[in-house]
């Protein structure tokens, strides 16, 4: 099987979610979606993850992206874990619910499509010695192409901030032409995308400034 790459359309799979029995591509329509995985139910770190998700739910909405979990574990055991998540993110951090499907991938069908099994680290391992997935984030676009792959270790949470951050500059590079340097967050200056000549960039961005032949900054497209 080809190696997923920046650029390559994300399989498409039938799967069983807490949600209902979904096609990824129909699921997927025009929105732009995230893809997220877990080891396990009833993990220490994801459960804090999966209700962060949940809590920011309405940020993505708004970013028109859709979420979608998955774990190596059944429907029955996924919805007992839904009701940790929920109860643990509304002690923490207010009311939570978890809305948005997870797909049940005990066998690791979807887990082995996406790459996502830990076969280098023999003690993260089912009772049966299949590996577990690895903690994974895909982002992936419109046009069903999959535009960032983040792999956490089972000790590091994700940082959903980052993954709203690259969704940000994502689509708005996807809009103007421009790119995001270092650090950008929304509202900060922007790049001017090279592919644009000096005539083109003063025509599109006439107050943008040039520290470098190369790097030329403006401020953020409305």
Known sequence: MPALRLGSIAP???????AGPIKFHEWLGDSWAILFSH???FTPVCTTELGEVARRA??????GVKLIGLSANGLESHQDWIKDINSYGSQA?????????????????????????????????????IPF?????????????????????????????EILRVVDAL???DKAKVVTPVNWKQGGD??????????????????HTKPLPYLRFTKQPN
Do not use: C, W
Request: proline letters at 7%; aromatic letters at 8%.
């Open 58 to 63: 309405p940020e993505f909405a708004q970013r």
């Open 12 to 18: 498409d799979f039938s799967a069983e979610t807490t």
């Open 171 to 173: 689509q708005l590079g």
């Open 133 to 161: 997935t690895v903690r994974t984030v895909f982002i992936i676009d419109p046009k069903k192409i999959i535009r960032l792959t983040l792999s956490y270790p089972a000790a590091v949470g994700r940082n959903f901030d």
């Open 39 to 41: 080891p396990a139910d």
């Open 93 to 129: 951090v207010g009311p939570t619910d978890v809305q948005f499907p997870i797909i049940a991938d005990a066998d690791r069908k979807v887990a082995t499509l996406y790459d996502m099994l830990d076969a280098l680290d023999a003690t993260n391992v089912d009772a049966k010695g």
């Open 190 to 207: 922007v790049i001017v995308h090279a592919s644009l000549n000096d005539q083109q960039a003063k025509e599109l961005f006439p107050d």
